[in-house]
């Protein structure tokens, strides 16, 4: 390797808060770990982590360090794609951090497809909280993010938007699913299958029923999208989802997606971005455009079916 392997020993150590864990992880002896935490600080002067009870956290002097630490040894794995390039043209790895939502929902389908036209191309996916997706992005750790109200966040640079608004989800045959759209004070006389408070779907959903000066109150909360168009199908409740995180179940016939009445709507806006200061590389940049061209598509399939009223892209 053209850097030393004390960087990979950090950056393993902050991944796992632990001397022990990250030297079981590397299958190198903690001793070993350790020495080079403790040649590293003396180095720099500085210590690289606070000790704690139960493991290690990062000092400011240690962000610094990791930032760059990961800078490098994702240079280095870039350099690798290339070398292997040459050997094999369209090889690649891409990076991706997106919400667990959106990670249960449209892209399993979508990088299915897109593996099985790129074999070559390696796709690494972190699911994150979408307060903190723009983290792994800023650090180099993921090539790109896909999350919702993403902020305008200096260092980041944004590939696309796409407004998204929420509706009503329920199982087949339901009363509500012979409705064009939904008035808000219908689905608040139903069971509900909710969001945790806090999050970007939650505050959409609190604007879409907020008019109606009526308590919310849902038999489930979870952070868990997954787990709600499970409760759903099964009958317990409606939810209210925005229609990419249920289209792979309403094109099965599965679940029923209908929008809010027009005065009701309230979107989601989805930012698809990428870090300001580090250019794509080939693999990335091909993941992209295929990510560009499948949601355009499916918002204009949603369009046409009426679960989205007609709006654009907005390319960043």
Same mark, same amino acid.
């Given at each position: 390797m053209l850097h030393s392997r004390k960087l990979q020993y950090i950056d393993e150590i902050a991944r796992c808060g632990s001397i022990r864990k990250a030297a079981a992880r590397l299958n190198v002896a903690s001793s070993a770990v350790n020495r080079q935490i403790l040649a590293l600080e003396e180095e720099f002067g500085a210590p690289i982590f606070e000790r704690l009870p139960r493991g290690l956290r990062l000092t400011a002097a240690g962000e610094l360090c990791i930032e760059h630490i990961r800078e490098v040894l994702k240079n280095y794995e870039k350099l690798e794609t290339r070398i292997r390039g040459l050997k094999m043209p369209q090889a690649g790895k891409v990076s991706i951090v997106t919400t667990v939502g959106l990670a249960a929902g449209p892209l399993p389908e979508l990088l299915a497809r897109f593996m099985e036209a790129h074999p070559r191309v390696r796709i690494r996916l972190l699911n994150d909280a979408g307060s903190v997706t723009l983290n792994p992005v800023l650090t180099g750790e993921a090539d790109i993010g896909l999350g919702f109200n993403i902020p305008a966040t200096p260092g980041v640079r944004t590939l696309a938007? !796409? &407004?998204?608004?929420?509706? =009503?989800v329920m199982p087949v045959g339901h009363r509500l699913a012979a409705l064009d759209s939904? &008035?808000? +004070?219908? =689905? *608040?006389? @139903?069971? *509900? =299958? +909710?969001?945790?408070?806090g999050n970007s779907l939650r505050n959409a959903i609190n604007l879409a029923l907020a008019p109606m000066a009526l308590p919310v109150e849902p038999v489930l909360e979870t952070n868990s999208v997954e787990l709600m168009k499970k409760m759903v199908k099964q009958g317990a409740g409606i939810s209210v989802l925005n229609p990419l995180d249920v289209i792979a @179940?309403? %094109? %099965?016939? @599965? +679940? =029923? !997606? %209908?929008? !809010?009445t027009p005065a009701y709507v309230r979107h989601q806006a989805m930012k698809l971005f990428a870090r300001s200061r580090t250019p794509l590389d080939a693999a990335a940049t091909l993941f992209v455009e295929y990510l560009l061209t499948e949601f355009s598509a499916m918002v204009q399939e949603l369009q046409a079916s009426g679960a989205v009223p007609p709006s654009e892209r907005r390319d960043g």
């Open positions: 938007n !796409f &407004d998204v608004p929420v509706g =009503v939904i &008035d808000p +004070l219908e =689905v *608040l006389q @139903e069971k *509900l =299958v +909710l969001s945790n408070p @179940e309403c %094109r %099965r016939g @599965e +679940l =029923v !997606f %209908r929008p !809010f």
